[in-house]
């Protein structure tokens, strides 16, 4: 059973389908359990015989959502519970509680109001339910370091298991003609830039509006050149388009909205950025990687393990929209260095990052998980 906050478009969240889409049917059979909720994207889940079980927490409240866990626990008798991010910390007392044999817990990433993971809260969360996990999972060294330097979790029990994307599904290509993109975006000449996840502050997509502005303003004949593709949605939306009216920026960015046909969005961008404040390790830049394009990234998280700086891409630091903006300009005058840095990043996803190399490791983690539970 695995146990997640919800299951909406996130990184976190589409490494979980591709992981159940990806393990072996005669051998595993799972269950879904949102804290929350779900939305249409679990519809990409493509096996039959997996129920995605709704808690809704914030409407019933903790203490019913955990008697309720309890019981799923008791009736389903999982060999293993995986939870995944802060919330799938409420379901490890319930798993215990009902024996189940092994319980794993997955660390994917950062909150805006807790960047470094030192917030005294979560911090001590973290540590309060550590006794009552058998195995940690962490998606980068970076995490994988915090768990072991600032949690205090022996080495012996965490795995570092990269993210994986599908090479196949993911790689370069036109984009559809039917995506809606206002006119002028696919005019020749135009340098489409974007970037692809949930609109929140932690993703920092107002520093690539800002850099965008700030491009256009050094130099009014780039405004005829330079396009900004946002796609997703989330609580900043409406700061975001804020922003956009006021730097006079409307029409050159374009918010896509919330989709699940990520593949032919990144085949819309010609150059992808990610200007988080910080990452666990980021689905979607590989993706974005697979696809054939160069990275502007901050290198914070689990970035810095994916992205091959001058080779890949290029780094810059969070916040500096001023460096964002100059990476862009040198982009936009030197076609030749786009194409190569987008060929080493398409090479770095296929040989380092497949998708088959992460559900090798998760399926091998789960046996040893099942042998260890029996014993």
């Keep these: 059973m695995h146990v997640i906050h919800h299951l909406f478009i996130g990184g976190m969240e589409n490494g979980l389908v591709n992981l159940l889409n990806g393990l072996p049917e005669?051998?595993?059979?799972?269950a879904v359990v949102c804290i929350d909720d779900?939305?249409?994207?679990?519809?990409?889940?493509?096996?039959?015989?997996?129920?995605?079980?709704?808690l809704r927490r914030p409407a019933i409240g903790v203490w019913p959502m955990r008697r309720r866990l309890l019981r799923l626990f008791r009736e389903r008798r999982p060999h293993?519970?995986?939870?995944?991010?802060?919330?799938?910390?409420?379901?490890?007392?319930?798993?215990?509680?009902?024996?189940?044999?092994?319980?794993?817990?997955?660390e994917h990433g950062w909150d805006i109001s807790n960047l470094d993971g030192r917030g005294w809260k979560p911090l001590w969360l973290r540590r309060l339910h550590s006794p009552l996990v058998d195995r940690y999972v962490a998606v980068s060294?970076?995490?994988?370091?915090?768990?072991?330097?600032?949690?205090?979790?022996?080495?012996?029990?965490?795995?570092?298991?990269?993210?994986?994307v599908d090479t196949e599904r993911f790689q370069p290509g036109e984009p559809p003609p039917d995506l809606g993109l206002p006119e002028g975006f696919l005019r020749p000449g135009v340098l489409r830039i974007g970037t692809v996840g949930r609109l929140q502050a932690v993703k920092?997509?107002?520093?690539?509006?800002?850099?965008?502005?700030?491009?256009?303003?050094?130099?009014p004949t780039l405004r005829q050149r330079l396009r900004v593709?946002?796609?997703?949605?989330?609580?900043?939306?409406?700061?975001?388009?804020?922003?956009?009216?006021?730097?006079?920026?409307?029409d050159v960015v374009f918010f896509a909205g919330?989709?699940?046909?990520?593949?032919?969005?990144?085949?819309?961008?010609?150059?992808?950025?990610?200007?988080s404040l910080n990452e666990g390790m980021s689905n979607t830049l590989l993706e974005a990687m697979a696809c054939g394009l160069p990275a502007l990234v901050t290198p914070v998280g689990g970035n810095v393990e994916l992205l091959d700086d001058g080779v890949s891409g290029r780094f810059f630091s969070p916040g500096r929209a001023d460096v964002l903006?100059?990476?862009?300009?040198?982009?936009?005058?030197?076609?030749?260095?786009?194409?190569?840095?987008?060929?080493?990043?398409?090479?770095r996803a296929e040989r380092e990052f497949s998708l088959r190399t992460m559900v090798g490791r998760y399926g091998q983690l789960y046996r040893d998980c099942v042998v260890s539970g029996r014993r």
Excluded: M
């Excluded at 991010?85 to 092994?102: K, W």
């Excluded at 939306?237 to 956009?244: A, D, F, I, K, T």
């Design 26 to 30: 005669r051998e595993f059979r799972h």
């Design 204 to 219: 920092d997509q107002a520093t690539l509006i800002a850099a965008a502005a700030a491009v256009v303003g050094a130099a």
């Design 80 to 106: 293993i519970v995986h939870t995944r991010g802060p919330s799938g910390l409420d379901a490890l007392p319930p798993a215990a509680l009902a024996r189940v044999p092994q319980r794993i817990h997955g």
């Design 38 to 54: 779900h939305s249409s994207f679990a519809q990409r889940i493509q096996r039959q015989d997996i129920d995605v079980i709704d």
């Design 258 to 275: 919330a989709t699940d046909r990520v593949v032919d969005w990144l085949r819309a961008l010609e150059v992808f950025v990610l200007p």
């Design 229 to 250: 593709i946002l796609v997703g949605d989330g609580p900043v939306r409406r700061s975001l388009g804020e922003q956009v009216q006021a730097a006079g920026l409307d």
């Design 325 to 347: 903006a100059d990476l862009l300009r040198r982009y936009i005058d030197d076609p030749a260095q786009r194409r190569q840095h987008g060929n080493g990043a398409r090479a």
């Design 141 to 164: 060294k970076d995490l994988r370091r915090y768990l072991v330097e600032t949690v205090g979790v022996a080495e012996r029990r965490v795995s570092t298991i990269s993210n994986g």
